[in-house]
């Protein structure tokens, strides 16, 4: 249970709106029970005043049935509003804060995460913890209060029917739902872990399926899909036969309160101690308050698997960032590179990059050579802090760890050697919600050989490239990210294969405007293309 409370850390100023659903459900709980109490009071009241032939004063009742009614309808309708708003601000606090979490560990630190598996948790899991407030916190709160607001009440009137319903509302309320949750743990923790696997399968044979159709694999792709959904309806099955049973238990439990209550009370109507009347309306009480425990056993139901979803979301908020950051910044002087002795591994395999060094005055342009697995694109990752090194890498004269993340930010600029497009227009992938004049952009489209291709297109820059880039072509996807990394007027700028995919007479031409354009900037390059190093000043082999 502390692991529950500590995910909801993020959204803790939601309070006000936490409290308000459960008050809300207790008193929609109290109306209802108060409703059927005093419907049967009040009718067997009349029946025994038109017996005994005696006035009886039915204006207050009868008004306090139809104010129970209202407050019972409008109540449960403003209950479902506020635990539900309540539960959608939980997830989106908690969506941000995820994704705030992720983006240190970016790229290296989520590398043993399947694409299919990381979304999963960044919405499926995050998703289900809707259940953490709305399905398990506000019903066992509401359902607690219940328990111990109708003891209180049923004391009022005999104090052994009190004991007798607080013991079947607490096995009702409690010993019931705790066997059902030991019943639920294990096909609950296993039914999200079958429903990650099973995300994972289809994401990846979705993103796999041309080589999965050229090599003849789709079928055992499929069959592995039926299996996994076929697990994951059996547990599926087994928790909606625990909920079965965990209902019939209720019901059964409620109605041996009814009888019990009844043989505690009916010795107690003859003695006088209880009117015919009160009888009635202790018994329809006792009927009506089992409503408010009844969704305790379904809460604790579902608490194994978002037990579940919570240690997912965890293990991965946890992780901790290829490069862990200094707890001092210091501001650079200037934006001078020097990287001494500088090694990298990955995850502990032989060294990509061992004992490098490279300075990169400022205005000075650089171009790294190689062959391919050299470490060039690694040389990039480090400079970006996405890697953890050995050695010492300054910037500025500070050592890169100990420069603040937007700082860095404002010094450096890059082209990865993989960029991702978006799905969305040419130039939201260009501006990416950064803003510039129509000369600006048309500039800088011109710049990186984009304005004679978006002018045959229909929509111009408003075209949509589709999902990561699947309706332009390589070369096209390039120049936009080009376009995309020259938009900020950082001082350092960072190239991986500026130019991959471009045929020779565009490539020529880019590289040209290139030259004007980063101009008195910073220009590390990493190439393999001799078109490309009439953008440097000197060469650095690498391997």
Not at 134 to 144: D, E, F, H, N, Q
Not at 393 to 400: A, N, S
Request: with cysteine.
């Amino acid at each position: 249970m502390r692991e529950l409370l500590r995910i909801l850390q993020p959204s803790r100023h939601q309070w006000r709106w936490m409290l308000a659903g459960i008050g809300l459900g207790v008193a929609v709980i109290a109306a209802n029970t108060a409703l059927m109490a005093v419907s049967g009071w009040f009718i067997a009241s009349m029946a025994v005043a038109g017996v005994a032939k005696v006035s009886f004063n039915f204006f207050f009742p009868s008004a306090a049935i139809r104010l129970l009614a209202i407050l019972r309808t409008v109540g449960r309708y403003v209950e479902r509003l506020v635990t539900h708003e309540a539960a959608f601000r939980i997830l989106a606090d908690l969506r941000s804060w995820l994704f705030r979490r992720l983006i240190p560990l970016a790229p290296a630190g989520l590398e043993r995460y399947a694409s299919g598996d990381l979304s999963g948790r960044l919405r499926a899991d995050i998703d289900s913890l809707e259940s953490l407030y709305l399905r398990i916190i506000a019903p066992i709160c509401s359902g607690l209060a219940s328990i111990l607001l109708a003891g209180l009440f049923i004391s009022w009137f005999s104090a052994t029917a009190a004991l007798v319903l607080l013991a079947l509302l607490l096995v009702a309320g409690l010993v019931l739902p705790l066997w059902m949750l030991r019943l639920a743990k294990q096909p609950g923790q296993q039914s999200v872990e079958l429903a990650a696997a099973l995300r994972n399968q289809v994401s990846q044979g979705l993103q796999g399926a041309e080589e999965l159709l050229l090599l003849g694999a789709s079928e055992h792709q499929a069959a592995e899909v039926e299996r996994l959904s076929a697990e994951l309806i059996k547990r599926q099955v087994s928790l909606g036969r625990l909920a079965g049973l965990s209902g019939a238990g209720l019901v059964s439990l409620a109605g041996l309160a009814l009888v019990l209550v009844a043989l505690v009370l009916i010795p107690e109507v003859s003695q006088q101690q209880v009117s015919g009347p009160q009888l009635v309306m202790l018994l329809l009480f006792t009927a009506a308050v089992f409503e408010g425990v009844g969704p305790l056993s379904h809460a604790l139901q579902l608490l194994p698997a978002t037990i579940q979803s919570v240690e997912r979301i965890r293990e991965l908020a946890d992780a901790p960032p290829a490069l862990p950051e200094s707890e001092i910044f210091i501001q650079p002087e200037g934006y001078r590179i020097e990287l001494q002795g500088v090694s990298c591994s990955y995850g502990g395999g032989p060294a990509v990059l061992e004992q490098f060094c490279l300075t990169l005055a400022e205005g000075e342009r650089v171009a790294v050579v190689g062959v391919s697995g050299s470490g060039k694109s690694t040389l990039v990752e480090l400079l970006l802090r996405f890697r953890n090194y050995q050695g010492s890498i300054t910037i500025g004269g500070v050592e890169l760890r100990d420069c603040a993340t937007d700082e860095l930010n404002r010094l450096l600029v890059a082209l990865p050697q993989a960029p991702h497009l978006f799905n969305a227009t040419i130039r939201d992938n260009i501006l990416l919600g950064r803003t510039l004049s129509d000369q600006q952009l048309s500039e800088l489209v011109e710049d990186c050989g984009l304005d004679a291709w978006i002018a045959t297109l229909p929509l111009g820059l408003d075209t949509p490239v589709g999902e990561t880039g699947s309706s332009v072509s390589g070369g096209e996807a390039r120049r936009i990210a080009l376009a995309r990394t020259l938009v900020t007027d950082a001082p350092v700028v960072l190239l991986d294969e500026p130019t991959e995919g471009l045929d020779g007479a565009t490539e020529q031409l880019v590289v040209q405007r290139l030259h004007k354009r980063l101009a008195g900037r910073s220009v590390l390059v990493v190439t393999h293309r001799p078109t490309v190093l009439a953008l440097a000043q000197r060469v650095v082999r690498i391997g």
